[in-house]
């Protein structure tokens, strides 16, 4: 047998499992808080969403209905529920207010978009979280 030839297996060395561990270390460390960022998009996105189409039922329901029906008071449709939904009737004549607000619970309870609300004029704002700058309108309805 030679002097200094591997016999046996093919492991790792200690070196090179510590290598390839702060690698992974470094490549998670960039990946995970754009990661963050997409989800939060996603939920965001589903909750505009959810606004639409609570928009569309109220203007086509009786005048008188003020609750949206399960599956509307939601988002995202199906699943566990990122943001309730809320219907607020206005004081002019077919008015109304409709609020996505995150659940104390949920994901986004600490985005800075908070609450966002859709009129029946069509105007789009938030209501930041109590903690977070007011963001602007633009940074949370992604031009929907």
Not at 84 to 102: C, F, N
Request: aromatic share 6%.
């Amino acid at each position: 047998m030679k002097r200094g030839s591997r016999t046996g297996g093919g492991g790792f060395t200690l070196l090179e499992l510590m290598i390839a561990l702060a690698i992974a270390a470094i490549v998670t460390a960039f990946a995970l808080p754009g990661y963050r960022m997409q989800i939060a998009r996603g939920h965001r996105a589903d909750a505009i969403a959810a606004l639409y189409r609570a928009a569309q039922f109220v203007d086509s329901a009786a005048p008188d209905t003020g609750t949206l029906p399960a599956g509307l008071d939601q988002a995202p449709l199906s699943g566990a529920a990122v943001y309730r939904l809320s219907v607020s009737r206005g004081e002019e004549d077919g008015g109304y207010v409709i609020d996505a607000r995150p659940l104390e619970t949920g994901p986004m309870r600490d985005d800075p978009c908070g609450v966002f609300r859709l009129d029946a004029t069509g105007a789009r704002t938030n209501e930041p979280a109590s903690h977070a700058p007011a963001p602007t309108s633009g940074e949370c309805w992604r031009d929907r």
